[in-house]
């Protein structure tokens, strides 16, 4: 028996897809009163399902199967020169774990990351009532790691702690301060961090080759995509 037998999973109606215009999607969502606790989230995401606000969710598209869910296996990943490069770089940051977002600073520095990089999403204009509905729905096991030069703050990951893993829910960032790329650094830093907690996997949410925003996950290697509800390793 899967946890989908004892949960009520509900779908809906077909609607433009967010990265792909040229197609229709459809998402399967929990019962977003299904009590959902660390296992049975850790299981879900095996699944392929991700969160957004106080919603799991996965695509369920009846033509359309591009969006591939995406996990790196932190033992065995190595970072590529350029990461390494990347790690160099914003070594003099440090990282303090918030457990809300309370306070201007986070949501100004998310409006102009959705500002500077995002004015073709569906997530521009940003709102004040937007960030709070897709960020700061935070349930027990949610972290804001909190990224500082000094005490100017540079980024923020979202990030969930399941059993199995760390769950990359978000990351925004100055959008001006380009050499550092510290979107790559958020990831490699979470990386490290389920490492120290002695965790097997990053949950990346889902890599989508013709989409260019959503196809940067590929480049952290080794990475694990679940094909035919299978997890298969690209190396």
């Known amino acids: 028996m899967t946890i989908l037998s004892t949960l009520k999973v509900f779908a809906t109606h077909p609607h433009t897809c967010s990265y792909l215009p040229d197609q229709q999607a459809t998402t399967l969502f929990i019962d977003p009163a299904a009590p959902i606790d660390s296992t049975a989230y850790s299981q879900l995401s095996e699944m392929g399902f991700r969160r957004s606000g106080p919603h799991l969710y996965r695509p369920h598209c009846a033509r359309c199967n591009s969006c591939v869910p995406a996990r790196i296996p932190v033992t065995r990943f190595k970072p590529n020169r350029g990461q390494r490069r990347v790690i160099t770089r914003n070594s003099d940051l440090h990282v303090i774990d ?14 102009r990351y959705i500002e500077g990089r995002h004015r073709d999403g569906d997530m521009y204009p940003p709102t004040r009532q937007q960030f709070d509905s897709f960020l ?27 059993s199995n893993g760390l769950s990359a829910i978000y990351s925004f960032f100055d959008p001006d301060i380009k050499a550092r790329s510290l979107g790559v650094y958020a990831v490699l830093w979470q990386i490290q961090h389920a490492q120290e907690l002695g965790l097997p996997h990053i949950y990346l949410g889902y890599w989508i080759k013709q989409c260019r925003k959503m196809s940067y996950k590929i480049d952290y290697r080794p990475i694990e995509l679940l094909v035919n509800n299978r997890w298969v390793a690209m190396t």
């Open 98 to 111: 918030r457990t809300a977002l309370n306070g201007d600073e986070y949501y100004d520095l998310y409006a």
């Open 136 to 162: 700061t729905r935070e349930w027990d096991l949610t972290h804001y790691y909190c990224f500082y030069q000094q005490e100017t703050l540079l980024a923020v990951a979202v990030v969930d702690v399941m």
